[in-house]
């Protein structure tokens, strides 16, 4: 059931990275700055390395969502993953970005309830990781339309050609720091998993990501990342705002920001929503209107949906789980 775990995990590492591939290069890949292939390739290399710098993040998920690892076993972890990967290949499949992180609260918290009842949950954890969930997006549309100010402010008597072109070379750096920052956060919610696992079966004595777990969270990421999810990429790079070389540069820039902010704090964001939170905000800074607010709606509908379906699929995958392994 450890080894289960593990593999799903992995696989929930693997899927968030393909699924998530469109928060590091999609505004860099639709405004042509850099041709799709090396984008894949650059954001798959700076994800490893993101994932390997702390594990902060990490200990929040696998300390913050259970009041006790004595409340958890491999069987409550396989139905929240089941859960969350189920919510992950569906949302991919018709192109909605959704939140990795999101699906995962949900489907812990779903399984947790149905085997433990609300003892097993730390509600104070779980409240302060929805609130930066909730607030981190939110954050990004408003420094995103600040940062795009400024740009405008700075730029704003040079030629659009001009502009354009030396933004596009400037779109590799913000395309590299934004890959870098979403593996710092989103890699470790596997690494968190695995741990929280090790620890309630007694194999770890301590909260703390033993190496080989980051290197296989840190790998499996990547491999997901070079993978590429090209449905999702064309939703955020292209359907919610029509992105510039500077304006793709703002929200490259204002999302690492946020995401790294993030980590540093040890709090899990949805580097989903992050994304889309600063594409609306930059293209705010253009014009309301060039905002296409009817797909924001849907992706705001997938945000809100997404820990209620996934907790409710983590208690069914409990019990079938249960059901199996008895």
């Known amino acids: 059931m450890l080894i289960t775990v593990v593999a799903l995990a992995l ?3 693997y899927i968030n990275g393909f699924h998530d591939t469109a928060n590091a290069i999609a ?14 390739l650059m954001a798959a290399c700076l994800n490893f390395l993101g994932a390997m710098y702390s594990t902060g993040v990490a200990k929040t998920i696998g300390g913050d969502i259970v009041s006790s690892a004595q409340h958890v076993d491999e069987k409550v972890i396989i139905a929240a993953l089941i859960g969350a990967i189920i919510w992950n290949l569906t949302t991919w499949w018709f192109g909605i970005p959704s939140s990795s992180s999101h699906a995962l609260v949900g489907g812990i918290v779903g399984a947790v309830m149905v085997s433990a009842g609300a003892i097993g949950l730390n509600f104070y954890g779980i409240f302060k990781i929805i609130l930066s969930l909730i607030f981190s997006p939110i954050i990004a549309m408003a420094t995103g339309f600040v940062i795009m100010m400024l740009l405008y ?16 070379r400037m ?3 913000s395309a590299a720091l ?32 033993p190496t080989w777990v980051k290197i296989a969270a840190a790998t499996s990421m990547g491999c997901g990342t070079a993978a590429g999810g090209w ?4 939703t955020m790079g292209g359907k919610i ?6 304006s793709g540069f703002a929200a490259d820039l204002n999302s690492s920001i946020v995401v790294f902010s993030a980590t540093l704090m040890h709090l899990p964001v949805s580097t989903t929503h992050v994304v889309s939170g600063s594409i609306m905000g930059v293209g705010s800074a253009k014009r309301i209107r060039a905002v296409r607010w009817g797909v924001a709606q849907q992706m705001l509908v997938a945000w809100v949906l997404t820990i209620p379906c996934t907790a409710a699929m983590g208690a069914v995958a409990y019990f079938i789980v249960k059901f199996i392994f008895s």
């Open 241 to 246: 705002f029509k992105l510039e070389p500077i």
């Open 153 to 168: 402010w700075i730029f704003g008597n040079f030629s659009p050609s001009t502009i354009n072109n030396k933004f596009k």
């Open 178 to 209: 934004m890959s870098f920052s979403h593996g710092s956060n989103d890699a470790q919610k596997a690494m968190g998993i695995i741990t929280l696992a090790l620890l309630s079966g007694g194999y770890i004595d301590s909260l703390e990501v």
């Open 171 to 173: 779109q590799i750096l």
């Open 231 to 234: 449905k999702i990429i064309k």
């Open 11 to 13: 696989l929930f590492d």
């Open 27 to 40: 505004t860099s890949v639709s405004t042509r700055a850099i041709p799709p292939k090396i984008a894949i």
